[in-house]
């Protein structure tokens, strides 16, 4: 199975925001951890690529690991009848 790479980056992006979210952690409070601008923090969450090393970084400060900022591709639907 093969996935997209801008559908991983967009699920990446979008698992980062609610690992924040539900840590109670704003997108100001995130840059200033990571000693970057809330700008550039905000386009990792709009889905700007990261790097590993960024993603590493956020993991740690998340409390989480890398895997789980990284979400499984969905998986494709089966046709009826194609068995």
């Known amino acids: 199975m093969s996935d ?4 991983a980056v967009r699920r990446v992006a979008k698992r ?3 690992i924040r979210r539900a840590n109670g952690i704003t997108q ?3 840059a ?3 000693r970057c601008a ?3 923090y905000q386009r990792i969450e709009y889905g ?3 790097t590993i090393k960024t993603l590493t970084r956020i993991a740690n400060l998340l409390g989480v690991t890398v895997n789980e900022l990284v979400p499984a591709p969905p998986r494709p639907k089966r046709r009826r009848g194609a068995d």
């Open 48 to 50: 700007q690529n990261v």
């Open 16 to 18: 980062i925001a609610e």
């Open 28 to 30: 100001d409070e995130m």
């Open 38 to 40: 809330t700008k550039n």
């Open 32 to 34: 200033e951890q990571l």
């Open 4 to 7: 997209r790479p801008e559908a």
